[in-house]
């Protein structure tokens, strides 16, 4: 009998000293997380344009995740949004997991409220810092509801101008808030990630700029505080991946915020524009995994998405994002790390690199395809979903 595509590039991977059944394995523990939020009508400070279809609340979101999960067999993780899902929360818990999904970190904004315009956690006026300790509570009661493991803290504080605030007395606010928080989450057996953003709302200093002040306020909490990475928060040329493998090392990397960029926080699909750099975030999760000391930790990273799609359709591009993922997962996991290894102890610097490289040019779309097989599922997901009943129903949504 002829042998399959897939045989025929197993018998290479093996060649290589890559054991495919563990890597098969692996891609099932490879946990998704879909935000609800890029299901619906979104855009720019502009404008939203809206599409025929889009969800309008949180449980057509939660119907439009399941066709992710359908067809990918991942992302049946889906992370909730306040103020933006607002609902009834039991009834909500009870429609995620009748579909056999769960719920993933519930994220928060406070920045849609008047009394927010000079900041929130790190407001100068404590009643607006007790305005906001409460709203973070209120979220923290919420995830402990639907039973939602973490929380995702983003803050839209900062300043525009030199000589607006005081950083040390805004530190000091931020602290205490975040710390009130903090508790409560503990209380409730929620996770407390810290998410930072170098630039907006504002544009002259943000109270948590950077993975280095984050990672200063989880240490200043607790155990249970980690950092989220947003893939569009950081300036040109920084190196994300080394920022990942730090966290990881310090037990602190909580969460990921997956999207692709061009200019800034574009919220892209992963991978449409670098490649690379997904495959090498993802590489240092998987090396992490492969380390007896940060095992844990690393396969504890929550791989979240997070993306509000401008002009893109919403179902097939969540679904692209996440085969991206999986894309990039899989090669990390194709990398010869013993012979890597030893070609960076032997200084072999383009060995080192065409080793890594070799990884990332391999074609693993024919391992997705087993693994979705294995999984009961045949076929391309786009195409699939595109070609579906739900598809043409979806823009028939009033
Ligand atoms: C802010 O840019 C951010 O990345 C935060 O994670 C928000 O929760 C999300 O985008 C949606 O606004
Ligand atoms: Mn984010
Ligand atoms: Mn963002």
Redesign the pocket.
Same mark, same amino acid.
């Given at each position: 009998m002829d042998r399959t595509g897939f045989e025929i590039l197993a018998e290479k991977l093996e060649k290589n000293g890559i054991d495919v059944e563990w890597v098969l394995r692996e891609l099932d523990q490879l946990l998704v997380e879909v935000p609800s939020?890029g299901f619906s009508k979104s855009g720019t400070r502009f404008f939203s344009f809206e599409q025929k279809g889009d969800a309008r609340d949180f449980f057509e979101r939660v119907d439009d995740c399941e066709q992710v999960l359908k067809y990918t067999g991942k992302g049946g993780q889906i992370c909730m949004?306040i103020p933006w899902d607002q609902c009834d929360y039991k009834a909500a818990r009870e429609y995620v997991e009748e579909k056999g999904m769960t719920f993933g970190t519930l994220?928060?904004?406070m920045f849609q409220d008047n009394d927010f315009r000079l900041g929130t956690l790190a407001n100068s006026d404590k009643k607006i810092r007790k305005k906001t300790v409460d709203t973070l509570n209120h979220c923290i009661d919420v995830a402990h509801t639907v039973g939602a493991k973490s929380l995702?803290v983003?803050t839209i504080d900062g300043s525009d101008i030199p000589g607006q605030n005081d950083y040390r007395m805004r530190r000091k606010w931020m602290l205490e808030s975040l710390k009130e928080g903090y508790d409560h989450a503990v209380s409730c057996g929620v996770q407390y990630n810290i998410?930072y953003?170098l630039f907006?709302p504002s544009s002259y200093h943000m109270d948590i700029p950077d993975w280095g002040t984050a990672l200063y306020y989880a240490s200043r909490l607790g155990e249970q505080a980690k950092v989220t990475v $947003?893939l569009?928060?950081h300036a040109f040329g920084v190196n994300v991946a080394q920022i990942v493998s730090l966290l990881i090392d310090e037990q602190r990397l909580g969460a990921f915020?997956l999207n692709d960029n061009v200019c800034a $926080?574009d919220d892209l699909i992963p991978g449409t524009i670098n490649p690379l750099r997904l495959f090498a975030i993802e590489n240092e999760i998987v090396a992490g995994i492969c380390e007896k000391e940060t095992e844990s930790s690393a396969r504890s990273v929550l791989q979240g998405l $997070?993306i509000?799609f401008y002009i893109e359709p919403k179902v097939e591009a969540m679904i692209l994002s996440v085969v991206n993922l999986q894309t990039a997962y899989a090669k990390a996991l194709l990398v010869n790390r013993k012979k890597l290894q030893q070609l960076q102890l032997d200084n072999d610097i383009l060995g080192a690199n065409q080793c890594l490289m070799q990884a990332y040019h391999t074609d693993v779309s024919l391992l997705l395809e087993e693994w979705r097989n294995r999984h009961g599922i045949q076929g391309d997901p786009y195409t699939n979903y595109i070609h579906s009943e739900y598809f043409a129903d979806r823009k028939k949504r009033g």
């Open positions: 939020w949004h994220n928060t904004n995702n983003w998410e953003k907006e $947003d569009g928060h915020h $926080d $997070d509000s």
